[in-house]
């Protein structure tokens, strides 16, 4: 199965600070898939098909990436963005999720 | 609106088996597959396994031998089975359906029902 590795695994930023966090594939994938999860929350779906935002997700993100390397960006860190964020794949089965990106607020 | 919640007995003994059920509205399962997804506290979230539109299944490789995934469309009802429970098996279970635009995203999510396997 194609596991996918998150870093960092924790992190935090300043408001309006710049977030970058990477997903790597262990084989190349055609599509990659992020999810926003607070405490107590089910996840939430953030980002398809590489870089298109999901419903209701705040302009200030965004995704790109191809193959084996994949990132989400914040282009300004906001309080509410404080969150774990979970990359997926379904390019081959099973689906599989990264361990998750960690992020706080400073 | 598509909407998932899941349903599950709380408190499991080791060694016993778990039944879930994913109740849905919104759609029709007989269209739609449905997933289950777990995370155990504080840790990541692993597929589980599927019930496509026609009742066909796929599983979780490591999880398969103890695994049952099963539906009722009449009563727009999916249920997981898993036996020979584990305390690592404690976790917040999830069902969850794709989207129809959003490519293989997990779309929609129940809220999830809590297990924990103690004796």
């Known amino acids: 199965q194609i596991v996918l590795t998150q870093s960092p695994a924790l992190m935090s930023a300043s408001p309006g600070e710049k977030v970058t966090m990477t997903c790597s594939a262990s084989?190349?994938?055609?599509?990659m898939y992020w999810y926003q999860q607070k405490p107590r929350s089910s996840p939430k779906p953030w980002i398809y098909l590489t870089s298109n935002l999901a419903s209701g997700v705040p302009a200030r993100f965004s995704g790109s990436g191809s193959g084996t390397s994949y990132s989400l960006t914040i282009s300004s860190m906001e309080a509410e963005d404080a969150a774990t964020y979970y990359c997926?794949?379904?390019?081959?089965?099973?689906?599989?999720f990264g361990g998750g990106t960690k992020l706080e607020i400073k | 609106q598509v909407q998932l919640k899941e349903s599950g007995p709380g408190l499991v003994a080791p060694s016993q088996s778990l039944s879930i059920t994913c109740t849905v509205s919104?759609?029709?399962?007989?269209?739609?597959?449905v997933h289950w997804v777990r995370q155990p506290p504080g840790k990541g979230l692993e597929w589980l396994g599927m019930?496509?539109?026609?009742?066909?299944?796929d599983y979780n490789s490591a999880l398969k031998s103890r695994l049952s995934i099963s539906k009722d469309n009449s009563k727009s009802q999916v249920f997981l089975k898993m036996n020979s429970l584990q305390t690592d098996d404690t976790a917040m279970y999830y069902c969850?359906?794709?989207?129809?635009?959003?490519?293989?995203?997990?779309?929609?999510w129940g809220q999830g029902t809590l297990v924990t396997v103690s004796a």
């Open positions: 969850a359906r794709n989207g129809i635009t959003t490519g293989r995203l997990f779309a929609y």
């Open positions: 084989s190349s994938v055609s599509y």
């Open positions: 919104g759609f029709s399962l007989s269209r739609y597959s």
């Open positions: 997926q794949q379904w390019s081959s089965n099973p689906p599989t």
């Open positions: 019930i496509w539109g026609g009742g066909s299944t």
